[in-house]
């Protein structure tokens, strides 16, 4: 087993990724600045992953270390410090990042930063410590409105807000390093389409920061009563009930997705693969609402309004690539993602906030 970084590992993905990682044995060394998370997330995967009655050996098994990924001096010491201690960091999986469409186009500046700069300061620090092997947090937010569905991978770039273009920079960085020396680099960049729900025990889960601005969180605070009803983006859109329609992804069968790319980066020759996750099937904003309803036993109240603008109608992966290099898919359809998602909500209906 190896030891890993995992950049970010504190946040949605990532404390999801994280418990999978350790069940799987593998030790992690967790660098997040917390600026969109909560240690306790990395609290409750201890206790998930049965770590917590092990005290100095859970420390050896996750270490955490608050940091940002473009401050270098920060970088360099996780990695000297990991090689000092005997477990070299193996491999990296980079979550860390800004991921919020419409404040990128508020703030260009902050998400180039943290994305595109926070990266090339990872990707410098690997490769000074000879760490080429890397999972990479992409998004199907880089297809922009997309001509095909399913989208292949081989669909066009074209990102149209600040965020996809960040995320576009760095898959053209990963591009250019893995050519630069192409024996060397490992590198699997992961487009997501629609990550949601939880872990099953519902102790951890989605926590945004304020108001959601995503369909799933939306849908999970009005039920348990946080907010009154649901704005639906457009009833006009050329789809089976004129909602939107999106690749919903159970966010424990991406952590499973990470875990399969890591074995296959750690297992095979050096080249960068680009893969889709997600389910190849869509779901309306309607289908959402109603399979949340079941879930929770929930009424969730909506009112259908104006499109939202940069949207597209309909957001559908081809998984069919990471089928056949990972041997990768979903397990989990739109009640399962609702049932974890609605465990997650009820049990926390603040989130991570005000609790131990
Ligand atoms: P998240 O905000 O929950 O997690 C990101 C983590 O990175 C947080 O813990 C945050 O505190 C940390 N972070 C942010 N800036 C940092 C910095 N400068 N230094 C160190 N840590 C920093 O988001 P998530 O949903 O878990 O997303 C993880 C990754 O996946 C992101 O790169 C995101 O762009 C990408 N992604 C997410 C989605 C989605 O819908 N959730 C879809 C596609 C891609
Ligand atoms: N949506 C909505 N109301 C909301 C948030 C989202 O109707 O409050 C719709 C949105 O227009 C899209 C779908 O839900 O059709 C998924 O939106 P989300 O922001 O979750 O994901 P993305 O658009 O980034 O794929």
């Given at each position: 087993m190896s030891q890993l970084l995992i950049t970010g590992g504190a946040g949605f993905i990532g404390s999801h990724t994280c418990l999978v990682l350790l069940q799987e044995g593998h030790d992690l060394i967790v660098l997040d600045d917390y600026s969109n998370s909560s240690p306790v997330a990395l609290e409750r995967v201890v206790a998930l992953a049965g770590l917590q009655a092990s005290g100095e050996r859970s420390k050896e098994r996750l270490q955490l270390i608050q940091g940002d990924i473009r401050d270098i001096t920060c970088l360099e010491k996780v990695f000297i410090d990991a090689r000092n201690a005997g477990k070299p960091i193996e491999a990296v999986i980079h979550f860390a990042g800004l991921k919020a469409v419409g404040e990128s186009v508020r703030e260009p500046l902050r998400y180039w930063d943290v994305n595109l700069t926070g990266s090339r300061c990872l990707l410098a620090a690997m490769n000074t410590h000879g760490c080429r092997t890397l999972v990479f947090s992409s998004?199907?937010?880089?297809?922009?409105?997309?001509?095909?569905?399913?989208?292949?991978?081989?669909?066009?770039?074209?990102?149209?807000n600040p965020y996809g273009h960040s995320k576009a920079a760095v898959e053209q960085l990963l591009h250019d390093l893995a050519s630069s020396a192409p024996n060397q680099w490992r590198i699997a960049c992961l487009r997501y389409f629609n990550p949601v729900g939880a872990h099953p025990s519902g102790k951890i889960g989605e926590d945004p920061l304020?108001?959601?601005?995503?369909l799933f969180p939306f849908v999970s605070q009005v039920a348990v009563g946080r907010r009154k009803s649901l704005q639906v983006?457009?009833?006009?859109?050329?789809t089976s009930d004129g909602t939107g329609v999106r690749d919903y992804i159970h966010v424990m069968d991406l952590a499973e997705g990470h875990r399969a790319a890591l074995d296959c980066m750690l297992a095979e020759p050096a080249q960068l693969l680009t893969l889709n996750l997600g389910s190849g099937q869509g779901a309306s904003v309607l289908e959402v609402v109603r399979a949340f309803e079941r879930a929770s036993g929930r009424p969730v109240p909506y009112d259908v309004v104006a499109r939202r603008n940069g949207d597209a109608a309909i957001t559908v992966a081809d998984p069919a690539m990471a089928f056949q290099r990972l041997g990768w898919q979903t397990q989990s359809g739109l009640d399962e993602i609702c049932r974890d998602g609605w465990a997650w909500q009820s049990a926390n209906p603040t989130g991570y906030s005000d609790q131990e």
């Open positions: 998004s199907a937010t880089l297809y922009g409105y997309p001509k095909d569905e399913p989208i292949p991978e081989s669909a066009p770039i074209q990102p149209i304020g108001t959601p601005n995503n983006f457009g009833g006009d859109w050329p």
